[in-house]
């Protein structure tokens, strides 16, 4: 039975008054600091002045008495290695206190049945005791000490780890048992309800006794429990006990932690095995559910109660009278916060499971669908359940201890109010929960399968660093690099420059710590004519070129590549000292013999339209894609054409292996280029192998650059709908007509690093977005600038959840009107000049970036003066000139904004309201 099925709301009792029906008799007055609260059937509670509610339920129908605290903490309060503290304490607590040193001899010898027990929200400890005022006393004493003065000892913690040890030892006995423990934290990935209240065995063995003290001191104390007294007494001599007993206790000055974990919604069922030696099979489905607070909980619980009862059930009918299970179950977990129901059929061993499992998910998700709640099967449920909370009252000593469900979920009055509510359920509710809840993604499913030789893979236990570091003899002399001067002018003076035909090269020899050498390279071939609709067969060229030539399969050039020490693509990667010679020929094999292999063609294909496709709701990629291909100005088939991320998948879908082998043949060629060194390697060997591997490679086609030119571009706000994304992008772009060597081109640089350039955490786009407002992870901008053509591109992007999506907009036009209007100071200048400077030395001393820059400079007959040059002007920028620079070329009017993201969450409330999936708007 469900403790609780259901409530509205357990705060619609708040509006009762606090005397209702309950007022204290004149003649009788209430002890010192003692209020009257509220009366159901009976039924009174009390606040102390400490906080500690009492509820008193008097009844001299039986000559017993029994008094129960309940403590609100159970495992939902646990953290990180102190899984099963609240189950441990539970057993500490009965193992003496400051007054009462040894209670279990006075438990014996008063005739007292104690227990405790421990579950997600709460923790309760009971004694049930021959009825006498004496008892009763002592009872209250002993709960009042135990409360604040409990030992929590060492020594305690030493003994009863093996206790509670064993209670674990027993479980794992249990396939029910160990079968709702993964369950639970197969339903829950951050939420505490999906640890075991027994905790990890790990945790129950080596919980420090400071832990457990601490986790005392917080928890047990007056204002975080609830006492109940039921059975045969005088309710006004109890409330004098209790004054004298837990109102002597102060209310605590400590603020409990407030839980804030919410469990995101499943989005896909799960499933798990169990295989441990046994002699029955268990199929188990559960469903995460609502809170018990919640108003479809009661027509939860009946659902539940229509499935799973014995013999009546749905789930008996289909699995048990066919013959497919032995037994089935249902049982739903009551929690203030969203729980679980779980559904289960036993399965004679060596039996199998497929029926079983597919019979039961029939049921559950499609049945009421099929065949609606009855009337029949809801008045059996109901019938069941009011039997139940009939009994419950019936038995004050049971009720008392029961009643702590209820006062963990918030009001021990739940209860009559849960009783109450069975008149008003509907079918109609039974059948929309089910469809609500019990759904396939919503679904974890379990199954237990006896194995005597299951597989095991145990992990050891690791030594310490220092155990493995006890023998260990390093070598005294380590691999020593030279002392590298990393000077625009020493770069200058340290390289070689070599032309062999239209192959440019750049040598930079230097010694390394570890050998190591950097390399890059860039080769040239094809004009407009000979390029025209070939870039999707050029991409699936390229990557063909390292799966297989004429002498080499692809696992061989996999192997020869890890044996050159080569890390990085194929035409730029480092590699070691003697293993550049070796490490160029293969690069050079690769480019001028490869075999394209259909089987390999195949595969790749597949894995690049994967690839694709994967992107097509990706916020990231859509924005970036659309922004692309709304600045494309060049017809289909041209060179500089941006296809679409829909049109590369069609086009990719279509290429042929005939189309990749024809672009290798016609156009690939390694005579035309350029190729950068920087590191450790022999000069001239290395310039021979060169000379030897390269020139002579000559493209079939002519070669012509191939340049984007600047073009207006009108300017749009896009809005992208991306559902069921946690996660929007924000990016704008203009084009700009500017070179890196026009007069403007500093101070527009140091801008954009003010605005939001710099990849710190220190912008005006991150000072507004993250650090102020808190609404993006990433914000920035970025400035590309053309070194050929006059053509830049100013890019901004934000990463922000969708909700927050019009904030940032807005946060970001804000900002960008902020930095038009009032320009930028002379401290940011200052800081942004000394920024970009340390930044460029640090490129400079990175080998793979000097050999990247030298390959750049060699294509555009440049070298590292010009690097210098531009530093120096930089470094003379004025305040005025930098924030004109930013008005007269970073122009809101002629920028494109798009916005990709799940719509629904509040991306439309910003400039624009959408009417379709992509809306565009200016």
């Given at each position: ?11 619609t ?21 003692v209020?009257?609260?509220a ?42 290695g ?17 007054n ?22 709460r923790t ?33 913690l ?41 905790g990890?065995?790990?945790?129950i063995e ?19 429990a ?11 001599q ?5 004054a004298?007993t837990f109102?002597?206790?102060p209310?605590?000055?400590?603020v ?31 469903y ?47 929690a ?8 289960g ?5 060596g ?5 079983v499992r597919d ?18 099967e ?19 000593e ?13 009001d ?6 849960g ?7 509907r ?10 809840y019990?759904v ?12 005597d030789?299951?597989q095991r ?8 660093a ?14 020593v690099?030279?002392?590298f001067?990393?000077?625009y ?12 035909g239209d ?34 067969a ?6 063909m ?11 061989q ?33 690769l480019?001028?013999d ?27 990629t ?21 296809a ?9 879908r279509?290429?042929t ?6 672009y ?7 005579a035309?280029g ?5 590191g ?34 009108p ?11 946690e ?10 007509r500017?070179r890196d ?16 350039g ?5 912008s005006?786009?991150?000072?507004r ?13 970025s ?18 959840a969708?909700q927050?999506?019009a904030r ?6 804000e ?21 970009i ?5 640090v ?8 050999a990247?820059r ?25 305040p ?17 904004l ?25």
């Amino acid at each position: 039975m469900k403790t609780l099925a259901c409530l509205l709301s357990w705060l619609t009792l708040s509006l009762l008054p606090p005397t209702a029906g309950a007022r204290q008799s004149a003649s009788t007055p209430l002890p010192a600091g003692v209020d009257k609260l509220a009366t159901v059937e009976g039924i009174s509670e009390y606040r102390l002045a400490n906080g500690l509610r009492c509820i008193l339920f008097p009844d001299a129908a039986k000559p017993t008495a029994t008094v129960n605290v309940t403590y609100l903490v159970g495992s939902h309060q646990e953290n990180y290695g102190e899984t099963g503290m609240a189950h441990l304490l539970e057993h500490l607590i009965f193992k003496g206190s400051k007054n009462f040193v040894d209670p279990a001899r006075q438990f014996k010898a008063r005739g007292f049945e104690i227990n405790g027990s421990t579950w997600l929200d709460r923790t309760n400890y009971y004694l049930t005791f021959p009825a006498s005022e004496d008892n009763l006393k002592w009872a209250l004493a002993w709960s009042a000490d135990a409360m604040v003065n409990s030992f929590i000892a060492r020594k305690d913690l030493d003994s009863e780890m093996s206790v509670v040890r064993n209670e674990f030892e027993m479980g794992e006995n249990n396939p029910s048992s160990v079968m709702l423990k993964r369950m639970q934290s197969m339903l829950f990935d951050w939420h505490n309800y999906g640890n075991s209240t027994i905790g990890a065995r790990s945790d129950i063995e080596n919980v420090k006794i400071e832990n457990l003290q601490a986790f005392y001191r917080k928890y047990y104390q007056p204002d975080n429990a609830v006492l109940t007294v039921a059975g045969k007494f005088d309710e006004h001599q109890a409330l004098r006990a209790i004054a004298a007993t837990f109102g002597k206790l102060p209310r605590p000055t400590r603020v409990l932690p407030k839980q804030w974990t919410v469990e995101p919604t499943a989005d896909g069922e799960r499933q798990f095995t169990i295989r441990r030696k046994g002699e029955v099979q268990l199929v188990t489905l559960a469903y995460r559910t609502l809170s018990s607070l919640h108003p479809d909980s009661e027509a939860i619980g009946m659902a539940v109660e229509v499935l799973g009862d014995t013999p009546n059930g749905r789930l008996y009918r289909a699995l048990v009278q066919s013959g497919l299970a032995t037994q089935v179950f249902s049982y739903g977990i009551d929690a203030r916060e969203p729980g679980f129901v779980v559904f289960g059929a036993l399965v004679h061993k060596g039996e199998a499971l497929d029926r079983v499992r597919d019979k039961m998910i029939e049921v559950i998700e499609g049945g009421f669908a099929k065949e609606a709640a009855t009337a029949a099967e809801l008045d059996r449920a109901v019938e069941q359940s009011r039997t139940a909370y009939e009994r419950a009252l019936a038995d004050p000593e049971a009720f008392a201890v029961m009643l702590s469900e209820y006062i963990a979920l918030g009001d021990w009055r739940l209860f009559f109010y849960g009783r109450d509510q069975l008149d008003q359920i509907r079918t109609t509710q039974l059948d929309a929960a089910a469809a609500k809840y019990f759904v396939r993604d919503n679904r974890v499913l379990g199954t237990f399968i006896p194995d005597d030789s299951p597989q095991r893979a145990e992990v050891p236990q690791a030594p310490s660093a220092a155990e493995l570091l006890a023998n260990f003899k390093p070598q005294k002399n380590g691999d020593v690099g030279e002392t590298f001067d990393p000077s625009y002018e020493n770069l200058d003076r340290r390289t070689r420059l070599q032309t062999f035909g239209d192959l440019k090269l750049a040598l930079l020899p230097k010694r390394n710590r570890g050998q190591t050498v950097n390399v890059a390279m860039s080769f040239r071939w094809g004009d407009e004519s000979s390029l025209q609709n070939r870039n999707i067969a050029g991409t699936l060229a390229i990557a063909m070129l390292s799966r297989g030539t004429s002498r080499l399969s692809r696992q061989q050039i996999a192997d020869q590549l890890t044996r050159l020490k080569v890390q990085g693509r194929l035409t730029n990667f480092e590699t070691t000292h003697d293993k550049l010679p070796e490490a160029l020929e293969l690069v050079a094999q690769l480019l001028q013999d490869p075999s394209f292999p259909p089987a390999e063609f195949e595969e790749l294909r597949r894995e690049m339209l994967t690839t694709l496709q994967s992107q097509l709701d990706n916020p990231e990629t859509l924005s970036s894609d659309t922004l692309n291909t709304h600045f494309n100005t060049y017809p289909p088939g041209d060179p500089r054409y941006h296809a679409s991320l829909q049109e590369r998948i069609q086009q990719l879908r279509q290429v042929t292996l005939d189309e990749v082998i024809r672009y290798q043949r016609d156009l690939i060629g390694t005579a035309r280029g350029e190729i950068a060194i920087v590191g450790d390697f022999n000069e001239k060997v290395i310039n021979d192998e060169l000379l030897r591997l390269f020139p002579e490679h000559v493209s079939r086609s002519p070669y012509q650059r191939l340049d984007r030119e600047y073009r207006s571009v009108p300017a749009q706000r896009i809005v992208i709908d991306t559902p069921d994304k946690e996660n929007a992008f924000l990016r704008a772009r203009i084009d700009i007509r500017l070179r890196d060597d026009d007069p403007d081109a500093a101070a527009l640089y140091v801008a954009n690093d003010i605005f939001g350039g710099h990849s710190g955490l220190s912008s005006r786009m991150v000072d507004r977005l993250r650090q102020k407002e808190g609404l993006s992870y990433s914000a920035g901008s970025s400035l590309s600038m053309g070194s050929r053509q006059p053509l830049s591109s100013w890019n901004v992007a934000v990463m922000v959840a969708p909700q927050n999506a019009a904030r940032a907009e807005q946060a970001f036009l804000e900002e960008l009107r902020r930095a038009r209007r009032d320009g930028f100071t002379s401290e940011e200048v200052a800081a942004a000049r000394k920024g970009i400077i340390q930044e460029r030395a640090v490129a400079r001393s990175q080998d793979n970036a000097v050999a990247s820059r030298w390959m750049n400079f060699l294509d555009l007959g440049r070298n590292w003066q010009f690097s210098k040059d531009f530093e120096a002007r930089l470094m003379a920028v004025t305040p005025s000139e930098v924030s004109a620079a930013f008005r007269k070329y970073i122009d809101p009017e002629q920028m494109t904004l798009v916005i990709a993201g799940d719509t629904r969450k509040g991306i439309a409330n910003g400039r624009v309201q959408l009417t379709s999936r992509h809306s565009h708007d200016r």
